[in-house]
């Protein structure tokens, strides 16, 4: 992109951090992380990486709007299914390199493409050395949709 | 990395998603997001990566170990500040390429290294155009240890 992006520009590791200049960091292929949360719970029910557009676009609107790094397309999150991200408030960590979303689900109220509430659906067992027979448990108290 | 993961192989997209098969997705740089939580509050406490060892130094010792991408170094996260990151549970995503870790915050009980209780202690404001101008807020409700 050679036009300006939209956002201060980015200062020193101090400013960055302890200031109140909007300086989003954008990896070498443009993106930004952006974690979703239900602005209730606080669970987290998605990940996805935002372009500047996507970024700038989610903000002016309130809904939440990524990068689709397979498909190399700007989409909303819910355009299709129903389920857009409406963005009750959005922050940013230390060094300004990742977003974070409160928002409400819409329509059905799941957030993954699976059916589930959230895509952290399956719980990983700790404890001694991990083997490729190390099993995933499902959590079979997430809402789910049949899609 | 030549030895073999200590995880199992990607099947195909239904069975990563919908299996029970722990087969976590490296990106090109052999790195996987990793978010922290706070398993009471559900509060996203702070975002980094890992790689292979980081991942499975994490499953075997129940404490958060990550990649630093600037060090290049493995790091146990609070091995220096006594913040270390105990997990009381581990989750992955629908396309195994995130983890979502329950943690309770060792020591003083800040996880960012700014001295906030999490990386996330600034809000973005909504609506309009960005410009470069747009202000972030300070939570000033979030704990805070002089560092």
């Not at 992006?5 to 292929?29: H, M, N």
């Not at 500047?52 to 939440?64: F, Q, R, V, Y």
């Not at 790094?69 to 299914?81: D, H, N």
């Not at 059905?108 to 700790?126: E, N």
Request: aromatic share 8%.
């Amino acid at each position: 992109m050679t036009a300006p992006l939209p956002f201060a520009k980015r200062g020193t590791a101090e400013t960055v951090e302890t200031g109140t200049d909007f300086a989003p960091k954008f990896d070498k292929s443009g993106l930004i992380l952006a974690i979703a949360v239900d602005a209730t719970t606080n669970e987290v029910v998605m990940v996805a990486y935002m372009n500047a557009d996507a970024l700038a676009k989610t903000i002016a609107s309130g809904e939440a709007w990524f990068w689709s790094r397979s498909r190399e397309t700007l989409w909303q999150k819910g355009e299709s299914s129903g389920n857009k991200l409406k963005l009750v408030e959005m922050r940013v960590d230390c060094d300004q390199d990742a977003i974070l979303m409160k928002v409400t689900i819409a329509g059905d109220g799941v957030a993954c493409h699976v059916g589930y509430r959230s895509c952290f659906y399956r719980t990983v067992p700790l404890g001694d050395e991990p083997t490729g027979e190390r099993t995933l448990a499902f959590d079979k108290s997430m809402p789910r949709i049949e899609k």
